[in-house]
């Protein structure tokens, strides 16, 4: 998870829910398992349930608790090019405001905006071609 941007704390979450029977848990179950904080393992879930990685599970009593996605990482992955489409309306605003600037000034937004594009333009056919691969 580090690799990828994330801390250990994420990575050690992420990877427990992936292995725990039951396959949810809750805050307090969680921060024993892991030998951390209640408060650092609830900022961690926020932000893993934030990426798409993990969801909160519906429970009567008023406890938060956690499970792994349906779908694993294509629906991350899905859920993290939303944001990249996104994006590509704020880009476009700021290439409207940067009309008139000189090029080299247009250029980093530019190229953001094309590899986004580009990223999006194969995208549903990355994610066909996945399950394709998966029924082999």
Do not use: N
């Amino acid at each position: 998870m580090e690799r990828l941007g994330g801390t250990r704390t994420m990575g050690r979450l992420y990877a427990w829910l992936m292995i725990c029977d039951p396959p949810d848990r809750s805050l307090t179950d969680l921060a024993g398992e892991l030998g951390v904080s209640k408060t650092a393992v609830s900022t961690v879930a926020r932000q893993l349930e934030v990426g798409g990685m993990i969801e909160r599970v519906p429970t009567a009593a008023r406890e938060h608790r956690y499970r792994m996605t349906g779908g694993g990482w294509a629906h991350v992955m899905q859920v993290q090019l939303a944001g990249v489409r996104m994006s590509l309306d704020t880009l476009d605003f700021g290439l409207s405001i940067l009309a008139e600037d000189p090029p080299e000034r247009r250029a980093r937004v530019e190229d953001t905006r094309e590899f986004f594009a580009f990223v999006l333009s194969d995208a549903d056919g990355m994610f066909q071609r996945w399950e394709e691969y998966r029924k082999k």
